[in-house]
């Protein structure tokens, strides 16, 4: 202990839990991590609940780390409404009434490894599942089975102990494996120093597994690292599933698809595994997120605040760090105003990764740039401090590629002059105050009419034969779409660098704010949006 100085700042999941005790309600409580099971094992033999969400929904800041891919903050309680109660504080939930599960799911398998009699185990759980939600929401599975199809790069892991007696089920043997070595690996990152500077008073057991971290080797880490999983938003076909495409009405009245898109088949066969699809705005329509009929995904960055759209729950799920990339469609914005809202760029080798596999580039050192363009007039509609945009960017070129490499322009006055087919559209927005730059504002205004002609001559005839239920926003986009003429849309068919403007101009907007506002919001944004959603504008 003489080694390590003091914290410097709280934990903040033992400041809110804290709160908590000193709030006059006589709550007392402990938390702790959960890497690998050090909550779920102690609450199970100590006969008491213990909950683990899903990885890093609660912040492990302040955590000392174990494995940062595995440690997750859980907590314990006797009683299940303290444990609820704790819950709805540290994952920032709303009071209500519990949802009813669409299904349980009972991995017969599993059960089949324990030692306790079937009649203290699945025939209890299954008899207060029906008791409670009807016998229609059980389903039975083998789970090993279920791995076994769904994560193939398992297969490089399973010779270990798939022969053994030890391991009925040799997938869930392979997996076990896989996140051992994972965690040795990284707890050597954390802690290899240490332990070999000072070597600490180990207890039997904890001394062995301890040296056995610090001397491993990087082998297979990259194979472990595939194992995580990987989400699609419900714009992708997959093989034998409905795609949704964001509303109940698509998703009755469509078949499921018989093949599988090109852009899937590539990260899968690139070593991803995708095992589910993620919540979007409905058809595509929006930019903030929000779903009136699944729900909207939790913004980790700011839970007060939409995620974004369309592709919301692709950005959530990779800034939650549930997966370590998802795939999403851009249309007008659906990709990067939900990785700018969540605050997400993820692992840049990731990144780079996934964009070699899907665009079929060879494995190369990345090209340096001719020049690096600022864009001055767009930084000014952000509502973002410069010295937290633009100062920041030009300082990180600087140090990368030297200051000759950047360039400051005025994108407003560069579209005025180079895109005369504009001038058609200049009565569209070009006095309006909310629209500092006439020219893309114009810009804007071109996008949106073609993307409405080409949505109604996609989509028209279903959504007048079906009249779905649409969400409030939704509803009025897609019938002014269905209602709109092809005027002016020849008009709209009409240097190398990497061209820097902002993707929005301020913040995410608070979560139910008002349509009007956000409509004036959202046209602010399609300005500086429309810049790169304009085929062949910029690329």
Not at 19 to 42: A, C, H, Q, Y
Not at 222 to 246: A, L, M, P, Q
Request: with cysteine.
């Amino acid at each position: 202990m003489a080694t390590i100085p003091p914290a410097e700042y709280e934990s903040p999941v033992l400041k809110e839990i804290n709160e908590l005790m000193e709030s006059g309600t006589g709550v007392k409580g402990l938390w702790r991590t959960d890497t690998g099971g050090s909550v779920r094992v102690p609450a199970s033999y100590c006969g008491i609940l213990g909950f683990r969400p899903s990885h890093d929904v609660v912040p492990t800041a302040g955590v000392t780390p174990m494995g940062q891919s595995f440690d997750t903050v859980g907590w314990f309680a006797r009683d299940p409404l303290i444990l609820s109660r704790v819950g709805h504080i540290l994952l920032h939930l709303p009071m209500v009434d519990p949802i009813k599960p669409i299904q349980v799911i009972i991995p017969e398998d599993c059960f089949s490894l324990s030692s306790i009699p079937s009649n203290q185990t699945t025939e209890v759980l299954i008899k207060s599942v029906k008791k409670l939600f009807g016998d229609h929401i059980v389903k039975h599975v083998k789970l090993g089975d279920y791995v076994k199809d769904k994560v193939p790069s398992l297969q490089k892991f399973m010779n270990v102990g798939d022969g053994d007696p030890l391991y009925n089920i040799a997938s869930l043997a392979a997996l076990s494996s896989a996140r051992s070595l994972l965690l040795r690996y990284e707890f050597k990152n954390n802690h290899a120093e240490w332990i070999t500077t000072v070597n600490p008073d180990l207890g039997p057991r904890i001394s062995e597994e301890v040296w056995e971290a610090v001397r491993t080797t990087g082998e297979n880490i990259d194979t472990c690292h595939s194992v995580k999983i990987e989400f699609s938003c419900k714009r992708f076909d997959v093989n034998g599933y409905v795609t949704g495409f964001g509303n109940p009405d698509w998703a009755r009245t469509h078949p499921a698809a018989t093949s599988t898109a090109p852009a899937v088949l590539a990260v899968l066969g690139g070593g991803a595994t995708c095992v589910g699809k993620t919540v979007m705005d409905e058809m595509a329509y929006s930019i903030n997120g929000e779903n009136k009929h699944y729900g909207t995904p939790r913004n980790p960055c700011a839970p007060d605040r939409v995620p974004g759209g369309s592709s919301s729950g692709s950005a959530v799920a990779v800034a939650a760090k549930l997966v370590d990339f998802s795939l999403g469609t851009d249309t007008g914005g659906s990709v990067r105003v939900p990785a700018s809202y969540c605050g997400i760029l993820g692992d840049p080798s990731i990144l780079s990764r996934v964009g070699h596999v899907l665009l079929h580039l060879p494995m190369v050192n990345p090209t340096k740039p001719i020049q690096v363009i600022i864009s001055e007039d767009c930084f000014s509609l952000s509502s973002i401090p410069s010295n937290r945009t633009t100062e920041v960017l030009i300082k990180s070129v600087k140090k990368l590629f030297g200051d000759h490499i950047v360039k400051h322009v005025n994108l407003g006055d560069y579209v005025k002059d180079r895109v005369p087919s504009l001038q058609k559209f200049m009565n569209v927005g070009d006095v309006d105050p909310l629209y500092n730059i006439a020219s893309l504002a114009v810009l804007s205004s071109a996008m949106r009419l073609l993307q409405r002609y080409e949505f109604k001559n996609n989509h028209a005839e279903w959504i007048t034969r079906v009249n779905p239920d649409l969400g409030p926003g939704i509803f009025e986009r897609v019938w002014e779409a269905v209602r709109t003429t092809g005027e002016n849309i020849d008009t709209c068919h009409s240097d190398s660098g990497i061209l820097a403007l902002p993707t929005i101009p301020g913040a995410p907007p608070k979560l139910q704010t008002d349509p009007t506002t956000l409509e004036v919001f959202r046209a602010r944004a399609f300005s500086l949006l429309s810049v790169a959603g304009v085929p062949d504008s910029v690329r």
